[in-house]
């Protein structure tokens, strides 16, 4: 989608919010039909990826896989719902889980974190069934947090220099050490965490640590903790396609280690238009004559919110400030 | 014939004085010949994680300190900024008022050239066809376009402006315009409007130093355009690296439940 395309229904959406007082005023948005068939994600994408021929990257000059270039992905936008589910409404089709592992699809909450995320879904007041009516909190995606890497981080372009790999966004970036330096100390926390990676055969892995705990997955109240560590794995499985997966560890909040799985692909070689659901079939690439389509303009999503800023405040929603499981 | 004491004192400041360069002018000059390393593009390589060490960020100009600033020459060449009379009266207020004005206060984009002298580390990075800056503050991003295009048709008001660059000998060129009325350039409410055309020059004059010159017009605000210089200086820690600054996330969580809070007012 052009970024003009992208700034005009943000700014309809803006609009449309502060009339129908719905969460997550942000870019990427589409208004889905009722019959729109169910979006795929990891189920789909996983069955794909298991038919493709193994595929061996083209490597940088410094001998790791060639990772770089512009790319565009499944990753959610601020209405993004990460377990699988019937459609909802105009923002929110019919839609598989992001989650790949376990199989069924949904995160593996303990009992106690299974009940406060139960709390958070049926407080977002967003005229979903099953709500209690009241308010509770809205996502931090609302505010233009930069969050955990995955979903609230679009890397639009990944670079790679030696010792580092960077991935650019519109709105911020991410830099990555390769060269093997420890993270900071656990005691030191972030919004997107402290990221280390290194190369393994053909995948880059990144580790991340030291979250703040504060940020969702989605944007129904999918959350981590501040203990939680995400590994995250970039592959390429052909020339336009990052299979990306992450595995996010927590004994305090997860019984068990989890994974999700979506594909990401190379701009301009595949669908265009559609900001969910993962597109791996090839098609040729859109013609696109605009000497500037390729760059990546200032959006100053918080500059430009100040306005649903007020009105999630003064509908007194809460402040997520993460969750403390009991001892 | 002997010479008098006195006199050689005389002499001998005097050769200081020469010596010293004059105020607001950085010590790292634009004609030391240092000859940067090349990128794989061949241009010269300024990659790498940079910082400012001045008090620009608190006051462009000459300032005596007070809590939480610390003093500091300016960074202005001539010394002030030749602002128009009632633009400076609107500088005065703004000083006034700073503490609720200063677009920063809001966690605002900063706007150029305050983005590069704020208090924390930016990290370059350069390809064939742009010049990315990243900055700790915001985790904000300005991408210097070095691709051929021409700075986009207006009206656009941005942030940090467009940025288009060229390399001029060993000295990245930005010419940045489309700015909003909004940023200021320190914390002093010294300010601009809309119409503000900064023209960058980022000059390596050792591996670990480069000088900053900054020409700013704006003929709605000043009387005629002005310089800024400063050096820049490579962060020299061992593994040092960006972290984060999340400005306006901190800033929503202290204010989220003070009753007497002025963030979620209208203004």
């Known amino acids: 989608m052009s970024r003009r395309v992208v700034a005009a229904i943000t700014a309809l959406t803006v609009v449309l919010w502060v009339l129908v007082l719905a969460p997550g005023p942000a870019a990427g948005q589409a208004f889905w039909p009722k019959d729109t068939p169910k979006l795929p994600m990891a189920t789909t994408w996983i069955a794909r990826k298991a038919k493709l021929p193994p595929y061996t990257p083209r490597r940088t000059p410094d001998g790791v896989p060639d990772l770089q270039g512009d790319w565009s992905g499944a990753g959610g936008d601020n209405n993004s719902v990460l377990e699988e589910h019937e459609y909802i409404d105009v923002t929110t089709p019919a839609q598989e889980s992001f989650v790949s592992d376990p199989r069924d699809g949904k995160i593996p909450y303990t009992p106690w974190a299974l009940a406060k995320r139960n709390e958070i879904l049926a407080g977002l007041a967003r005229g979903w069934p099953g709500e209690s009516g009241d308010r509770l909190y809205t996502s931090p995606g609302s505010f233009c947090l930069t969050a955990a890497p995955v979903f609230s981080f679009d890397a639009q372009e990944i670079v790679q220099k030696p010792g580092y790999v960077i991935m650019l966004s519109d709105d911020a970036y991410r830099v990555i050490p390769t060269d093997g330096r420890p993270p900071i100390s656990q005691n030191a926390k972030f919004w997107l965490g402290n990221a280390r990676g290194r190369w393994e055969g053909n995948t880059l892995v990144v580790e991340v640590t030291g979250l703040n705990g504060k940020g969702w997955f989605d944007s129904t109240g999918q959350f981590y903790s501040e203990n939680t560590r995400m590994v995250e794995r970039w592959t390429l499985v052909d020339a336009n396609t990052i299979d990306y997966e992450v595995t996010v560890e927590d004994p305090t909040i997860y019984t068990r280690p989890w994974k999700m799985n979506f594909p990401k692909r190379r701009a301009g070689t595949g669908p265009s238009g559609a900001p969910r659901g993962i597109s791996v079939a090839s098609t040729l690439p859109p013609v696109n004559n605009d000497p500037y389509a390729n760059e990546l303009w200032e959006t100053a999503c918080y500059e430009g919110n100040t306005e649903s800023l007020r009105s999630i405040h003064s509908l007194g929603y809460k402040w997520f400030t993460g969750v403390t499981p009991p001892k | ?267």
């Not at chain 2, 300016?74 to 009632?86: D, K, L, N, R, T």
């Not at chain 2, 503000?196 to 700013?216: G, K, N, Q, W």
């Open chain 2, 1 to 267: 014939m002997k010479t008098s004491p006195f006199l050689g004192i005389v002499f001998g400041l005097a050769a200081i004085c020469t010596l010293t360069p004059a105020p607001g002018v950085a010590q790292t000059s634009a004609t030391t010949p240092y000859t940067p390393p090349r990128t794989r593009d061949g241009h010269p390589d300024v990659q790498g994680i940079w910082q400012a060490l001045n008090t620009a960020a608190w006051d462009v100009e000459d300032h005596h300190a007070s809590l939480g600033v610390p003093a500091g020459r300016g960074v202005v060449e001539g010394g002030a900024i030749p602002y128009q009379p009632s633009a400076l009266a609107k500088k005065q207020e703004n000083f006034a008022k700073r503490a609720t004005l200063d677009p920063e206060s809001r966690c605002y984009l900063p706007g150029v050239p305050r983005i590069t002298y704020m208090p924390h580390p930016f990290q370059i990075v350069q390809q064939a066809d742009k010049v990315s800056m990243l900055y700790e503050y915001q985790h904000a991003v300005r991408y210097i376009y070095m691709n051929g295009n021409p700075h986009p048709r207006g009206p656009i008001e941005w942030w940090l402006g467009d940025s288009r660059g060229r390399w001029e000998g060993n000295t990245l060129v930005v010419d940045v315009i489309h700015f909003n009325d909004l940023t200021w350039f320190d914390r002093a409410g010294n300010f601009h409007s809309d119409a503000l055309h900064v023209i960058e020059r980022y000059t390596p004059t050792s591996p670990d130093h480069m000088l900053y010159e900054v020409t700013i017009e704006d003929p709605k605000v000043f009387t005629r355009p002005w310089k800024m210089s400063m050096p820049l200086y490579r962060r020299q820690e061992r593994n040092s690296e960006l972290f984060e600054y999340q400005c306006n996330a901190y800033l929503i969580e202290q204010e989220w439940n003070n009753p007497a809070s002025t963030l979620f007012e209208k203004r």
